[in-house]
């Protein structure tokens, strides 16, 4: 109530002084029009009066002249008229006024000593009088006589009172309504604004379903609005975590949240920031007409660490590829993200055109990605390549120790094949420093790797790391092999580590999730069943069952093999030819590649082939679908869909099979998964298939569709709960754990510790 008084009392201070002001302007400009206008009527009539005045006056005619002023006398404002000689002597004056004029007023002696005529406002018998002077014919430098022409002035005073008359009640007007205003205002705009969320926190604090947060309806309110929702959030989130936590406790069991791993790497780095390198940035700057927007680029190595950066914060150092990306980052590269919810620092890393297709392009997408994932593309190595390579390490490297500075032991976690060099020049300047390096694609066998023409520099720079990390055994199995076979090292299988040089590097498995249950943290929470029948008419068919594929555009990921079992399996069971549709949501990717070019164009010709087969009207068995897609995209098809194929012909995790499990709140849905992606290992209720066995794949399509209710919500469950025991919170957990464990040793001369 007292904000709504000062606000009232300010507005109608403010409104009063500005009309105030205003009628004071007004006044004084109509009054000097007014005065303006009887000036010149007054010189119209002397000028008119002059030719008949002056021979009068020349013959001394008094009495002619003393009849000419009685004539105008008392005329319309006109109070009278006087002629006056050269000295000054009143010759002919209006009577009503010659008692009242018995000396000439200083306009005369004005006009006759000037000869210019002139006016002047003068109090005569009491009244305001308005006389003007016209000299007459001028003699020996003075005027013959003058020509004084009186008007009554009072209505220039009545003018005046009427004007601030009016202005006073046109003030009081406009403060009545202005006050009127500003309390419906104030109540429309701000009170009913947070009152509403005032109960709507009132609710959420007591623990009832809140909703969404209700829309502010002033535009004053978005930036509170934003962060309330923001906060309440977190605060949903934590009571989620809270209550997920006794509810496990309880059962003995025990899950990680957000805030426990929070607390987990603070104590374990106490207080110290955590380091992440990845060739990705988590959120990518580009231009939309005259706005710069922030986006979250596709792809399963944003999805698993951003929540980790999100929990517990720090530094994470990326390329900066976005097109705006400079545009938003201060003189060193820095920014807090997320831009909703600043966490932590993202630390760009800019790279020249020739840098990022040598290191990126070249060496890591036609020579490492190829040769790890034995997907029978041949790799291309180029020494070229493997000196951008290099050259860009180094880059990395002095960003992370500049971010690092002269912290003790920090930690750092290098992710993937792009920085297979980084671990030993990091720890060359910085020994004290804990360095994981996570692998997120397979390994090959010794034989594979070995055709690499710097394997032995690449496993060198690997071996920097105090710890190395592969999502499955079977990966570290490879690795260990492999460097028992190329370096002088020493083994020890009992620990799987490998001695170099006094470093000891330990491998183990880290099979890497997604945040769950809130899988989908920049996605606000779907209310009802999703509608099937709207999305598929949004793209233009009808269909009884629904299929999704969700992938980066990748020779890797089994596409072409997916959309012939597809195939396969309309020509097994015909029955469902003109029931069941797949959508393939498709992420364009490295497209500067001549292969990745030329998968596209083999994809996008498959599709159009089995469409031609299978040609019907409202109905395509395949939908391919060529963007990048946001989560708040996908989600839709990942709950509308009765099943989900991830048919990887070879993969180190695949995080979109644990999306489509997370997404899947309703507990339906079946997952047609590979066995050569290493979600399989974690999934065993998925649809385990040999992407290569068409036959299988159409089967498993069928019992997809087919599957009892019950087992198929069994199937979900059983993957939701291995989901939630082995999320991204865990896998961070213990990467942190394991690395902040190791005993450093004392560096040898020459060679980092």
């Not at 021979?55 to 009685?70: G, I, K, N």
């Not at 393939?584 to 590649?593: D, E, F, V």
Request: glycine residues 6%; aromatic residues 8%.
């Amino acid at each position: 109530m007292r904000i709504t008084l000062r606000l009232v009392l300010s507005l109608m201070t403010v409104v009063a002084v500005v009309a105030i002001s205003s009628a004071y302007l007004q006044e004084r400009k109509e009054i000097a029009r007014q005065r303006d206008e009887l000036e010149r009527r007054s010189r119209v009539l002397a000028q008119s009066l002059q030719e008949t005045v002056e021979p009068l006056l020349e013959r001394e005619a008094s009495h002619s002249l003393q009849r000419l002023v009685e004539r105008f006398g008392n005329r319309e404002r006109l109070a009278g008229v006087a002629v006056y000689d050269s000295k000054g002597t009143a010759v002919a004056i209006t009577s009503s006024l010659s008692a009242a004029l018995p000396t000439p007023p200083s306009v005369v002696t004005k006009a006759l000593e000037s000869l210019t005529d002139g006016g002047q406002t003068a109090v005569v018998s009491g009244r305001n009088m308005h006389l003007f002077a016209l000299p007459l014919s001028p003699r020996e430098g003075r005027g013959q006589g003058a020509l004084v022409i009186i008007h009554d002035a009072g209505f220039i005073d009545a003018q005046r009172a009427y004007i601030r008359k009016h202005a006073f009640f046109r003030v009081l007007v406009q403060l009545v309504l202005i006050t009127m205003v500003t309390l419906l205002v104030v109540r429309w705009s701000i009170v009913g604004p947070i009152a509403e969320m005032t109960e709507w926190m009132k609710r959420l604090r007591s623990g009832e379903e809140a909703g969404p947060m209700p829309p502010p309806s002033a535009g004053i309110f978005a930036p509170m609005a934003k962060e309330v929702t923001t906060f309440a959030k977190h605060l949903v989130q934590a009571r989620t975590a809270a209550e997920e936590e006794a509810r496990l406790r309880d059962a003995a069991e025990s899950v990680w949240t957000p805030e426990r791993l929070k607390e987990h790497i603070r104590s374990r780095l106490g207080g110290r920031p955590l380091f992440l390198v990845s060739n990705r940035e988590p959120y990518m700057h580009l231009r939309k007409g005259s706005r710069v927007e922030a986006i979250v680029p596709a792809g399963g190595l944003v999805t698993a660490l951003e929540p980790v950066l999100r929990a517990c914060g720090g530094v994470w150092i990326a390329h900066g590829a976005g097109e705006a990306d400079w545009e938003v980052t201060d003189a060193n590269g820095r920014l807090r993200v997320p831009p909703d919810d600043p966490s932590y620092t993202l630390r760009r890393v800019a790279l020249t055109k020739e840098e990022e297709n040598g290191y990126y392009y070249g060496l890591s997408n036609e020579g490492l990605w190829p040769l790890c994932h034995i997907a029978h593309t041949r790799p291309v190595f180029r020494p070229e390549d493997w000196s951008q390579y290099r050259a860009v390490n180094e880059k990395f490297a002095n960003a992370v120790l500049e971010e690092i500075g002269d912290l003790d032991e920090p930690m750092v976690l290098i992710q993937d094949y792009h920085f297979a060099l980084l671990p030993l020049l990091v720890k060359a300047q910085k020994p004290g420093a804990r360095v994981g390096l996570f692998w997120h694609i397979p390994w090959p066998n010794p034989e594979a790797f070995g055709i690499c023409p710097w394997r032995k520099e690449i496993l060198q720079g690997m071996l920097g790391a105090d710890m190395i990390g592969f999502h499955t055994q079977f990966h570290c199995n490879n690795f260990l092999d492999t460097v028992d076979r190329m370096l002088e090292t020493r083994i020890d299988w009992e620990h799987f580590s490998v001695v170099k040089e006094r470093h000891t590097t330990f491998v183990k498995p880290y099979p890497i999730s997604i945040s769950f249950p809130d899988a989908f943290p920049d996605v606000p929470t779907p209310t009802g069943p999703p509608d099937r029948a709207a999305l598929l008419k949004e793209l233009g068919v009808q269909a009884r069952f629904l299929g999704v594929g969700v992938d980066r555009m990748d020779y890797t990921k089994g596409i072409l093999e997916r959309f012939r079992a597809i195939e396969h399996f309309l020509e097994r069971y015909a029955d469902y030819r003109g029931q069941f549709t797949f959508v393939q949501l498709g992420a364009p990717s490295r497209t500067h590649i001549k292969r990745y070019h030329d998968f596209l164009a083999e994809v996008q010709s498959e599709a159009e082939r089995i469409n031609w087969k299978f040609r019907a009207r409202n109905w395509k068995p395949i939908l391919y679908v060529e963007k990048h897609h946001s989560h708040k995209e996908i989600l839709p098809f990942y709950r509308a869909a009765d099943l989900c194929m991830v048919t990887s012909l070879h993969d180190g995790m695949n995080l979109v099979a644990k999306e489509f499990v997370a997404s899947r709140d309703d507990e339906g849905g079946a997952l047609i998964l590979s066995h050569f992606a290493g979600a399989s290992r974690e999934l065993k209720d998925a649809l385990i298939v040999n992407p290569y066995d068409v036959e299988q794949m159409a089967d498993a399509i069928r019992f997809a569709l087919e599957m009892g209710p019950e087992d198929r919500m069994r199937r979900m469950q059983r993957m939701r709960q291995a989901l939630r025991e082995n999320n991204v919170y865990r896998w961070a957990a213990d990467l942190v754990a394991d690395l902040s464990q190791i005993r450093l040793e004392a560096p040898k001369e020459g060679r980092p510790a």
